[in-house]
């Protein structure tokens, strides 16, 4: 049964890996650095990945290997925390583990990505010895990874939903039909704007989809969303929050439009 969204005024906006391409912290897309800087800007909502070392620790990390961002090498599952913890983004940011976000910024909300199946157990854990199950929305790309994370938390835990709760979303006439099928499971819908299949481009956030969402209650959040111009479209189109890595541009838009709200 899905645990129900607060309400909101505005735009929920997302520092998304904590606002990877904005000019000032470019390259050091999951650090605490990035987190900082998108707190310091006023965000309250920021987006991560979660990977677990072979010794068991949560690490905010979106690659499976450490190949693209570090000047080391390996997949974060062969190593431990202590081996991880050599490698340095931008030439001096370690990566950082689920716990230092959570005690570096208690005021947050955290959505996360689970990035591999050893992460719904580790994170179902992580939780429940803090009792923060109201400090995250949880999603992930892979359909058994989010079914296991909804069984161990039982509902304590908001989710969004996987690729295949989103198509009954996107095709099925009905939205009470789609929350039927996906057992009222779902808390919001986490979705490009537009995505490319079968050598066409689709429209994924349509108007029929958001009108589908909120009929029963599931609130739609877009990513990743950099231009400005596609940002005010989709606010036009009624989208609930907004994922960017340009979390200065989102919220300038957001400013104008007078749907910013700072933290109280």
Not at 19 to 38: D, K
Not at 132 to 159: E, H, I, N, Y
Not at 216 to 238: C, F, K, R, S, Y
Request: hydrophobic share 45%.
């Amino acid at each position: 049964m899905r645990k129900p969204l607060g309400p909101h005024d505005g735009v929920l906006a997302f520092a998304h890996r904590g606002g990877a391409y904005h000019p000032e912290i470019e390259g050091l897309e999951n650090t605490l650095a990035a987190f900082r800087h998108a707190v310091g800007l006023g965000y309250t909502h920021l987006e991560t990945d979660v990977h677990v070392t072979s010794d068991g620790v949560l690490l905010a990390f979106h690659d499976r290997v450490l190949d693209r961002v570090t000047d080391s090498v390996g997949a974060i599952a062969d190593l431990t925390l202590a081996e991880v913890r050599a490698a340095r983004i931008g030439g001096r940011h370690q990566i950082p583990t689920m716990a230092e976000l959570f005690e570096e910024f208690p005021e947050a909300t955290f959505n996360i990505d689970l990035k591999a199946p050893a992460a719904a157990a580790a994170l179902a854990d992580f939780l429940a010895r803090r009792q923060a199950w109201d400090r995250v929305m949880v999603g992930s790309f892979g359909p058994r990874t989010l079914r296991r994370f909804r069984k161990l938390t039982a509902g304590r835990v908001r989710t969004s939903g996987h690729p295949v709760e989103t198509v009954l979303f996107r095709l099925l006439p009905s939205g009470r039909l789609a929350d039927l099928l996906t057992r009222r499971q779902v808390c919001a819908l986490q979705i490009p704007h537009r995505r490319r299949i079968a050598g066409r481009d689709v429209v994924i956030a349509t108007p029929g989809l958001v009108r589908r969402a909120h009929a029963v209650g599931v609130q739609v959040h877009v990513w990743t969303i950099d231009a400005p111009e596609e940002m005010n479209e989709l606010i036009d189109l009624g989208v609930d929050g907004l994922m960017t890595d340009r979390t200065d541009l989102l919220k300038d838009v957001l400013v104008e439009r007078g749907l910013w709200r700072e933290r109280a």
